[in-house]
């Protein structure tokens, strides 16, 4: 069975340059503002640090056969928790793009499938908050749809991330996808 933590990830980041509208609703409404950075989960958990140099060549060779593309995050949803607890959540575009991203990292580490358990499979997201009830969670909804103007990148690089203890996650290793400029 392989070994598996919480304290490393692959994850699809949008580039520093356009987080600072995403942190805004971060800061007010994120509990893991300082752990995370702005992401998209692709295998979380995933293998120790001290694997790294050996998953290396599999996710540059994933890296290898997705090409770069654009995103936009322009449309909030949220998942509902037990008693009425939410995630607040971006919806990167294009959605088909990520989950055969996801597909391809799963394929190559298969042990690592917890994002495609879910009833409805892999949901690309970027988590933007949590809300304490179905109330408050209409609210935020409403509120951040209302006032948001969409945010678009190229993708360009997935990243392999870890953290210590409690302390932030930090990226070890950038991936680059095809076509993108070194």
């Given at each position: 069975?392989?070994?598996?933590?919480?304290r490393?990830?692959?994850?699809?980041m949008?580039?520093?340059?356009?987080?600072?509208?995403?942190?805004?609703?971060?800061?007010?409404?994120?509990?893991?503002?300082?752990?995370?950075?702005?992401?998209?989960?692709?295998?979380?958990?995933?293998?120790?640090?001290?694997e790294?140099?050996?998953?290396?060549?599999?996710?540059?060779?994933?890296?290898?056969?997705?090409?770069?593309?654009?995103?936009t995050?322009?449309?909030?949803?949220?998942?509902t928790?037990?008693?009425?607890?939410?995630?607040?959540?971006?919806?990167?575009?294009?959605?088909?793009i990520f989950?055969?991203?996801?597909?391809?990292?799963?394929?190559?580490?298969?042990?690592?499938?917890?994002?495609?358990?879910?009833?409805?499979?892999?949901t690309?997201?970027?988590?933007?908050?949590?809300?304490?009830?179905p109330?408050?969670?209409?609210?935020?909804?409403?509120?951040?749809?209302?006032?948001?103007q969409p945010?678009?990148?190229?993708?360009t690089?997935?990243?392999?991330?870890?953290?210590?203890a409690?302390?932030?996650?930090?990226?070890?290793h950038?991936?680059?996808?095809r076509?993108?400029?070194?």
């Amino acid at each position: 069975m392989p070994v598996k933590t919480y304290r490393t990830a692959v994850v699809a980041m949008p580039p520093p340059e356009v987080w600072e509208p995403i942190q805004a609703i971060r800061r007010r409404h994120d509990r893991n503002v300082q752990r995370w950075m702005p992401h998209i989960t692709l295998l979380y958990p995933f293998v120790p640090r001290t694997e790294f140099d050996d998953v290396l060549p599999g996710l540059m060779e994933v890296g290898r056969q997705s090409a770069a593309f654009q995103v936009t995050l322009a449309a909030f949803w949220a998942f509902t928790h037990a008693f009425g607890k939410a995630t607040i959540w971006l919806a990167p575009e294009p959605r088909h793009i990520f989950v055969t991203l996801q597909a391809a990292l799963q394929a190559a580490f298969p042990a690592y499938d917890e994002q495609s358990r879910f009833p409805a499979g892999f949901t690309p997201h970027l988590s933007v908050g949590q809300a304490p009830s179905p109330c408050v969670r209409q609210h935020l909804l409403e509120t951040l749809q209302a006032s948001w103007q969409p945010v678009q990148f190229v993708l360009t690089a997935i990243a392999l991330i870890w953290r210590e203890a409690d302390g932030p996650f930090q990226i070890a290793h950038a991936i680059p996808l095809r076509g993108a400029s070194p």
